[in-house]
Every structure is written in C-alpha cells, then in structure tokens.
C-alpha cells in the first residue's frame, strides 16, 4: 500500500514539473523604488509553451496587496493562444517602511479530469512585485548566529550599515537566561561602520551554564543612538530521554503488569514518546513489543504501567533492550538501554521483597508532595535548628548568665534599701 501511494505522489511531481514547464511568466518579478516611483501601471505576460487548452485565475497576495489593483483577473487560453497579458497598476502610500516589502500576483491554472483514472493537477505560478523603501540616514540590519567551539558557545552578531550615513559606535548586547534562570548578559565589542559595510560581532559563554534545551536569546545592537533587537532561539545538544528503571523480576508463563520509567532531561516538553522493547535470551532476539505513547513535560520523569505477555517465556534470566523512540525540533540519537530481569515461578516471585523503583532525582519527580508544603517543611525546619542552636548557647553560658541574675539581684536589694533610707 505504502509503494502504490508513493508511486503516486511521484506521478503526481512529474505531472506538476512537465506543467510547470508548459506553461510560464514573462517576466517574472517588478521591482519598484518608493523613492523614485509612487504609481505604476504595469503587465506580465503568461506564456502557453506546449500551445494547450485551460483557464487560469489571477489575484493577489502578501503584505503590499491592498496597494496593487489587478486589471486582468481571468485568463481563457486555446491551443492556439502563444500568450496572454495580465496587466494591474501600483499606487504606493507617500510613507513606504525602510527595506524590502513584497506582494505577489498569482496565475493559478486548474486541470479537470471527465474520469477517475486520471490524475488532475494545478499549476501556481506568480509575478513577485517588490517594493524597495528609502533607508533612513541611520539604519543597519542585524542578525544572529550560534557557533557550538566545545567548552563555550560564540554569539555572533552579522551587521551591515544600510543607512546615509557611516556610524561610529556599532555594539550587540545578548541576553538569555541559563538553567538556573539567572539573567546573563555578554557584549561584543564597540566598533564603527560606514555605508553599506557588514561585519562580525562576536562575544563568547561558558557552555556548561545551560542545560540540554531551548533557550531564548535576545540580540540588541545600539549604533549612535539608537536599537535594533534580534530574538533567536539557542539550542544546546539534543532531546535526550533516558530509561530510569525496569522491573528486575517478572513472572514466568504469565501476563504480568510492568513498570517502566522515563525521564526527560530535556528542557522543553517532548510529544508522543513510545519504546521499542527486544526480549533476548543468551544474545538471541526472542520476542519484541512497543510500549504506548506519552507525553514528557521538561525534566519530569513519568512512569509507564502496562503489561506484557509472557505466558511463553520460561524462569531465566533475559536481557530487555529498549530504544527510546520520539520526534522534536531535532531528531535524537538513537540509544540502546538495556536491563537484565529475572523471570521467575509465580510462588517464588511471590516470596520475594519487592524491589523499590529507581528514580530520577527528587526535584524531577512529576508525583510527590506540592511545592508549597515543601517551603513551609524547609521553614520549620530553619526555625528548629535556630531554636536549638539558642538552646545549646544559653546552656554553655550558664553560669555567665547565673553571676549577671545574682549581680542584679543585689543591685535591686540595694536600691530598695536606699529609697527605704530616704523614706526614713
């Protein structure tokens, strides 16, 4: 079934190209200075190369479109019909954004078929209209670039001066948080750029501040005065999941309930993770199963509970290997995990202590006690601990603490008996 459909869809990519080539746009962009040019009246020509019979539709799209008025909005071509003009007009606004807009116009031709043998196709072709915007006196595009040199990450910042004017202090600040959340900040150095020049801004990180992840990074380039800000997203390593435990002992000749662990060591949430489990008995593949799929938030081990069928495999030792299998931004290297468990006779098994399950660490655990109660536990504690510390201190100092009562004891005696005295 899979090589009937793939069959198809390549039937149907040689169809579009052979059409693609039947039929063409001449010429194929009109570029346009605001600067220069407000209002144009223009036509492209659509070509009929292998002389067929078809209609074609025409209309507008991207960002420039509600300045572009379409004169032709239908084509109707015969078998003798070379080509046919589409003609529309430009009325650009007195304020025109600095660089490049754009704005296509689409021929899109339709292939009908009388039976459902046939494959029936489309042809899209488009006239690009680009609209260049004046640059101001200070202008500069930026962008951002990672480059992994093993212990550090580079940030680079590519700029170039698009502006009237040179500049004389050019600078990119990155920011990102690292694995404790804690802000950074890395600057390049300052530099000058004159008109139409590009140059590399570079500055460098400590890898091993981040995890396995995603990481948000803002670029702000300042250049005399003012900003321009770049957001990409850094990503260090790849998806890693990792099989935290199995179950050591099983039940021979039985369907038995198993407990399998994973933990995401990534730091973003990763989509329809499953296992491929082989069973192998003295290096010899015996039996093979996939696990159901999960969902794994960031750094949160989860506990599969499902069961296997082993109402054929006999009390023994086998090994269980299991690849981790899941798609994110980034393919995974695949990794082979593998565990030794016992399968053993129901009676024995029963006799057995039961083995705790392996975790991840504490702080990764996706079931427990809230958070709150663990603040409020670590609070008493605190309080405790210094209770027993004042505690220890007043005992060591008792005897201080006895001569300063007797001290002021005597002290008060005294004074009673003075103001006694000038009672008198």
């Known amino acids: 079934m899979n090589t009937h ?46 002389q067929m019979d078809f209609s074609a539709k025409v209309y507008i799209e ?5 300045y572009i008025t379409l004169n032709t909005k239908e084509l109707q071509f015969r078998s003798d019909t070379d080509s046919l003009p589409v003609d529309f007009s430009v009325n650009l606004p007195s304020s025109i954004p600095p660089g490049t807009s754009s704005a296509n116009i689409v021929v899109e031709q339709a292939l009908e078929s009388s039976t459902d043998n046939v494959i029936s196709s489309k042809v899209v072709l488009k006239h690009k209209i680009i609209v260049q915007g004046p640059y101001p006196e ?11 040199t093993g212990n550090q990450i580079e940030f680079v910042s590519e700029v170039e001066n698009l502006g009237k004017q040179d500049l004389q202090e050019v600078q990119t600040k990155f920011y ?22 590009n140059k590399l801004l570079k500055t460098s990180v400590n890898k091993d501040i981040f995890d396995l992840g995603e990481f948000e990074v803002s670029a702000i380039t ?34 038995n309930q198993y407990t399998l662990d994973l933990l995401n060591q990534w730091n973003q949430e990763i989509k329809n993770v499953f296992v491929d489990v082989e ?32 109402r054929n495999i006999n009390p023994g030792k086998y090994a269980f290997d299991f690849a981790v ?22 009676d024995e098994f029963n006799s057995i202590e039961a083995k705790p399950p392996q975790q991840a660490s504490p702080e990764k655990i996706e079931s427990g006690l809230p958070m709150i109660v663990w603040i409020v536990l670590s609070f008493l504690g605190v309080l405790l601990i210094l209770f027993g510390v ?29 103001n006694d005295y000038k009672n008198e």
């Open 5 to 50: 459909r793939i069959i198809l869809w390549i039937m149907v990519v040689l169809l579009s190209i052979n059409l693609a080539l039947a039929i063409g746009i001449r010429p194929a962009k009109t570029t346009i200075e605001s600067e220069q040019t407000k209002s144009l009246s223009g036509q492209f020509w659509v070509v009929n190369n292998d």
């Open 138 to 148: 200070k202008y500069i595009v930026a962008s951002v670039n990672f480059h992994d």
């Open 62 to 66: 991207g960002e420039m479109s509600q």
């Open 390 to 418: 004042y505690v220890l201190w007043r005992y060591i100092h008792r005897q201080e603490y006895g001569e300063n009562h007797q001290q002021n004891s005597s002290s008060q005696n005294t004074n009673t008996n003075n």
């Open 222 to 255: 300042t250049y005399d005065g003012q900003q321009v800000e770049v957001v990409k997203k850094l990503v260090v390593g790849e998806p890693k999941i990792e099989i935290s435990y199995f179950d050591k002992f099983l039940i021979a000749n039985k369907i």
């Open 176 to 197: 990102v948080n690292d694995k404790q959340q804690q802000a950074q900040t890395k600057e390049t150095e300052t530099t000058s750029l004159k008109t139409n020049e």
């Open 325 to 346: 299998n899941f798609w994110n931004l980034v393919r995974m290297e695949q990794q082979i995990y593998q565990f030794e468990t016992e399968f053993l006779p129901e």
């Open 279 to 310: 069973v192998k008995k003295d290096g010899q593949k015996i039996d093979s199963f996939r696990t159901k799929s999960v969902d794994l938030d960031a750094e949160i081990s989860k506990r599969i509970n499902d069961y296997y069928d082993a």
